[in-house]
């Protein structure tokens, strides 16, 4: 199952509501998940099953699914949100991952 | 929950590497265990998992013949043998745990270097 992110990089402030997108090329239901990735990093969990955040992940992320199109989104955008996110459909074997949407400082 | 692993290194093509990790701060024996590489400047790839016990063994196509995945839940520890390496082997190899719910990643290694070249 093949995962496309878009858009692969974005620029942003401070406060943007910022919108990532994850198309998977078959249905995956609502296994889905997202991570971040700080540089020299390894990814850090921030969601799933489409929608349920890790503990400890601040309220500002949030996930959604229309068929087998996913979105994060982070509602207001803070300093330590720049990173790249990756989407992870678990649903077929292989599990496999998007090729990652970096956030960066407008 | 803490994954460190090791291992990592500069080899030729064709030759092979065994990668460690080592866990602590949770019961290893309850968690299937996985290996993930990234390339520079590209997503994660699952390489392979195991489960709890040692069996259930899975690899993506790519390493299959070549790697083997295996775990000792008495050291707490999951390993990856990597014979017959290839340039696009090239990356970084994290062990990371898969949650106890469902087959997503909840917790990383800091990740070891793998470089393959002549």
């Known amino acids: 199952i093949q995962m496309t992110q878009s858009p692969s990089t974005l620029s942003a402030s401070v406060g943007d509501r910022v919108t990532i997108t994850c198309r998977a090329s078959q249905s995956v239901g609502i296994w889905l998940a997202w991570y971040q990735q700080k540089p020299g990093k390894a990814p850090k969990l921030l969601m799933y099953e489409t929608s349920t955040l890790e503990s400890g992940v601040p309220s500002r992320f949030s996930g959604s699914r229309s068929g087998t199109e996913f979105t994060l989104t982070i509602s207001s955008l803070q300093p330590d949100d720049f990173a790249t996110y990756y989407c992870?459909?678990?649903?077929?074997?292989?599990?496999?991952f998007g090729q990652g949407t970096r956030v960066e400082i407008k | 929950v803490q994954l460190v692993e090791s291992g990592g290194g500069l080899v030729k093509p064709g030759g092979s590497l065994r990668l460690s990790c080592a866990t602590s701060?949770?019961?290893?024996?309850?968690?299937?265990m996985t290996w993930i590489r990234q390339a520079p400047g590209k997503g994660p790839e699952w390489v392979a998992y195991i489960g709890a016990t040692g069996g259930n063994i899975y690899y993506i196509e790519s390493v299959k013949g070549r790697f083997t995945i295996s775990r000792d839940n008495a050291r707490n520890s999951v390993y990856l043998q990597m014979n017959s390496l290839r340039a696009e082997d090239t990356a970084v190899y994290y062990c990371?745990?898969?949650?106890?719910?469902?087959?997503?990643?909840?917790?990383w290694g800091q990740g070891t270097l793998v470089t393959v070249s002549s």
């Open positions: 701060g949770f019961t290893f024996s309850d968690y299937y």
């Open positions: 990371a745990r898969k949650s106890g719910l469902a087959r997503f990643l909840d917790s």
């Open positions: 992870q459909q678990y649903n077929g074997s292989p599990w496999t």
